[in-house]
Each structure stands twice: as structure tokens, then as C-alpha cells.
């Protein structure tokens, strides 16, 4: 039996912060308690971690990741994007459908679950597509291996666009599941990229960027789609977040009442517009970074309960993909590695507590998903856990990134909260910079409703 001892740790878990420890054995929490280790553990036949009064808390679990696997590897894989991962203190994560060839059939997704299985330091699952013509297939997947479907409802990286009204209305109206939207008009994007590039050509400034993508455009989709969830009493999902004008339609009761829910990526409570004129397209992402209104209501809209949970729509793309204006460069960037030490940093800012980062980044979502025994500091539940010591400034390089696009937009930041380590499945996969390639992530399960 493997059994490891981390002691001397700040635990923060279900609200409450506490000097404690924590033993695992093989690849389960057995035992919490407060204050120091008892004697015969710390001289007992076990493996002792020293935290050294760091914080230890449950590992995140990000519910959006594009990792590029298969079909766009010469950007990122399961394998470089999992090391990311895990040296940010995520352990799990849900990756969407828009590779090639698309997650879109049955196959498609066994396929990347023997990938992962194969490859993954993280825990993994993956979202099945929806097009205008696989209800069938919808309807026919196994939804305790699945998160949900990822529906577009605007075209981004990949194409993936529904926008037949039939498909829709089967798709809220039948599929057992929860259904998780890219949420921007498509009709709307296309007349703001016309009118800008009758203004300028083909060469549209990364600064029109939020006009193209614009307000309007987030909303006027949101609004139809949880219309649509209401008339069918679907469970809604909707991703990356990104206006004040959205709050509008989101309700702040039980997690497990609602019936709409939302996700704020970091990078939108992070940037703002203003960014664009000295990050670039770095920080071009879709649906755009918008003003410091907007990222200041979705702070809020955290705080209060409106936005349930944090991501990071990990999306790498090689830096000469970024090259361009609004139009010509991609949209996305890698985020993965970062995501945790940048919502401890606005923690220490006062924007958030660090009690609320570990309930926005592991506990919500494994309720939001009904994810099986995951996302806490638990007897009994697995020992997905991450050591990260306060009070420890670095600045970020693109060297720095494991992620195989090798760049972040942080370049240059300065961080204050370092990831020294991180369990996955009872096993530390990362340490002070040294990944153990040995132990693979499992498969999450998710409970569903009879």
C-alpha cells in the first residue's frame, strides 16, 4: 500500500481555512485532522511531505480545455498540455469536442479516452459535440463518462456552428444531459466584421477585436438559448462568460436548483479591452475581452453567486498563428498552467478570499458536474491535491511554459503564489519542477439523474 503523510499544511477546504494534515493511501484520502500529525504517523511506515505551512488544497478541475488532441497536435497534445496542467495545480479537466477529426461520434470519443488513458497525468473527460445532424448520436452517449454537449452557437476555432432551429429544439428538448454553449450571435459577429473591414480592409486593428465579438452579439445568444433551456427545462450551461449585460439572466439560488448556469474564464476576470494596445493579439480570445465594466461585473457576478465556477479555455495556438488584427490572427491562448496562481493573486488583491478560488475552481464545479468524488478534502474521496506556497514572487516567461505552443500571455508578470506540488489520484505527479511521467490521470464519472 502507498501511503503518504502531508503535514504542516494551511488546509483550505469547504470554506474554512486550518493548520492540519492529511494521509493518503493509494489513491484515496483516509484520514484529515487538525493541527500536528500524531506521533506514530509521522514514525509510522509512511512517505512524509513537509508543506511547510503552505497552503494545501484540492486540486482545481477545469470544465473547459481545448487540447488540441487529435488532429492539431503540432500546437499541443493530451501529453504536454496534462504536464501544464498538473504544474498549475489542475488535476482534472474537460476537453471539448472541436479537434479533428471533431468529437462528434461515439468513436470520436473513445478514441480520446484511449489517448488519455494512454498519455494524460490529469484526470480527464471529454464533452461530445452537437451539429445540425447527430441527435442520434446525442442521444445515445453514456453520460456518466461525458460532462455534457458542447453546442456552438457561434462559429469559433473549429466551426462547429449549430444554427438549425430543429436541431436545436431537439437537441434542448431530448438530450439527457447538460448542454454547454459558446454563446455568440453569429449574424450579428458577421455585420460587425463587415462594417469593420469596410473601414479598414482586411487588416482590422486586435483592438476591434471586442467590437466584432460585442456585447450584443454575447447576449442576444445567452438570451435565446436560456429562453430555449426554459421552454424544454434543460440543464444550460454557458461558458466563458464575458458582458455585465449576461448577469441580467442569471439567477443566484442553490447550485443545485439551477437550472442555468455560468462560467467565467480567468482571463476575462484578469484583462480588460485596454490591454489589446500593449498584449495584442496574446489576449485576442473568443468571445472577447471586453471593458473594465464588464470585468468588474463578472467579479461581482462571482461574489454574489450569479457565475458559479472558473475556467480557462485553455486554447493554445503557435505564436505565428497570432500574428494579424482582429481578423487574420487566432483566437485563444494557453492558460492552463496559470489559471490558479492568477485567482490566488486576485485574492490577495481583495477581489476574491481564497476560500471562494478553491469553491469557484474545484468544489462548484464538481457540483455543477456532479462529478463522483472529486473536488474536495475528503475522507473516502480521491486525493486530487495541490501544495502551493504563498508570499513567493516570480515573474512569468514564456520558457517557463510547458504547454507545447511555448508562450503565455502573462510574460512578465509577476506572481505571487507558486504551485510546489501536485497530487493526482494519491500520486505527486509535480514537484518543484520535476514531473513523475509514470502515473496516468483516470477517467471523472459523473452522476446522473434517473
Not at 500536528?36 to 497552503?55: H, V
Not at 481545448?66 to 488535476?91: C, N, Q, Y
Not at 449585460?245 to 443545485?256: A, D, F, G, P
Request: with cysteine.
Amino acid at each position: 500500500m502507498n501511503r503518504i503523510l502531508i503535514h504542516n499544511a494551511l488546509i483550505v477546504n469547504e470554506g474554512i481555512r486550518y493548520r492540519g494534515y492529511v494521509v493518503v493511501e493509494d489513491e484515496r484520502i483516509s484520514e484529515i485532522g487538525r493541527g500536528d500529525a500524531p506521533a506514530q504517523l509521522l514514525n509510522g511506515d509512511i512517505e512524509i511531505c513537509d508543506a511547510e505551512g503552505d497552503y494545501l488544497l484540492p486540486g482545481g478541475i477545469d470544465d473547459q480545455v481545448h487540447f488540441r488532441d487529435p488532429g492539431l497536435t503540432h500546437k499541443a497534445d493530451m501529453a504536454t498540455e496534462s504536464r501544464a496542467a498538473v504544474a498549475g495545480g489542475i488535476t482534472s479537466f474537460m476537453d471539448m469536442p472541436n479537434t479533428i477529426p471533431q468529437t462528434v461520434t461515439l468513436e470520436a470519443l473513445e478514441a480520446k479516452h484511449q489517448r488519455a488513458a494512454e498519455v494524460s497525468l490529469a484526470n480527464y473527460s471529454f464533452y461530445i459535440g452537437a451539429t445540425n445532424d447527430n441527435i442520434d448520436t446525442l442521444l445515445a452517449c453514456d453520460y456518466t463518462k461525458v460532462p455534457g454537449v458542447k453546442l456552438f452557437l457561434g462559429a469559433s476555432t473549429g466551426n462547429m456552428l449549430v444554427d438549425n432551429n430543429e436541431a436545436l429544439n431537439r437537441i434542448f428538448g431530448e438530450v439527457p444531459a447538460l448542454i454547454a454553449i459558446h454563446s455568440e450571435d453569429e449574424d450579428i459577429i458577421r455585420r460587425n466584421k463587415e462594417e469593420m473591414m469596410a473601414k479598414y480592409g482586411e487588416d482590422v486593428p486586435v483592438e476591434e477585436h471586442p467590437n466584432i465579438r460585442s456585447v450584443e452579439a454575447c447576449y442576444k445568444s445567452t438570451e435565446k438559448a436560456v429562453a430555449m433551456a426554459k421552454k424544454h427545462n434543460a440543464r444550460l450551461h454557458v461558458l466563458h462568460i464575458s458582458t455585465a449585460e449576461e448577469m441580467k439572466l442569471l439567477t443566484n439560488e442553490c447550485l443545485e436548483d439551477k437550472k442555468v448556469t455560468a462560467e467565467v474564464c480567468a482571463h476575462h476576470l484578469w484583462w480588460t479591452a485596454d490591454d489589446h494596445a500593449t498584449l495584442g493579439t496574446r489576449i485576442k480570445w473568443n468571445p472577447a475581452i471586453k471593458s473594465a465594466a464588464d470585468r468588474q461585473a463578472l467579479r461581482d457576478g462571482l461574489n454574489n453567486g450569479l457565475i458559479d465556477i472558473v475556467a480557462t479555455d485553455h486554447a493554445p495556438h503557435l505564436l505565428s498563428e497570432k500574428e494579424g488584427g482582429a481578423i487574420k490572427a487566432t483566437s485563444g491562448a494557453p492558460l492552463v498552467q496559470y489559471s490558479l496562481p492568477m485567482m490566488l493573486e486576485l485574492a490577495d488583491q481583495g477581489v476574491f478570499t481564497i476560500e471562494q478560488v478553491v469553491d469557484f475552481m474545484a468544489h462548484r464545479v464538481a457540483r455543477l458536474f456532479r462529478i463522483e468524488e472529486r473536488g474536495y478534502i475528503r475522507e473516502g474521496y480521491y486525493a486530487d491535491l495541490t501544495i502551493v506556497k504563498p508570499n513567493t514572487p516570480y515573474v512569468v516567461k514564456d520558457e517557463d511554459v510547458l504547454s507545447r505552443c511555448a508562450w503565455t500571455p502573462l510574460v512578465g508578470t509577476t506572481l505571487n503564489n507558486k504551485v510546489v506540488a501536485t497530487f493526482v489520484n494519491g500520486v505527486k505527479v509535480y514537484h518543484n519542477g520535476v514531473i513523475d511521467e509514470t502515473h496516468k490521470g483516470k477517467a471523472l464519472k459523473y452522476k446522473v439523474e434517473k
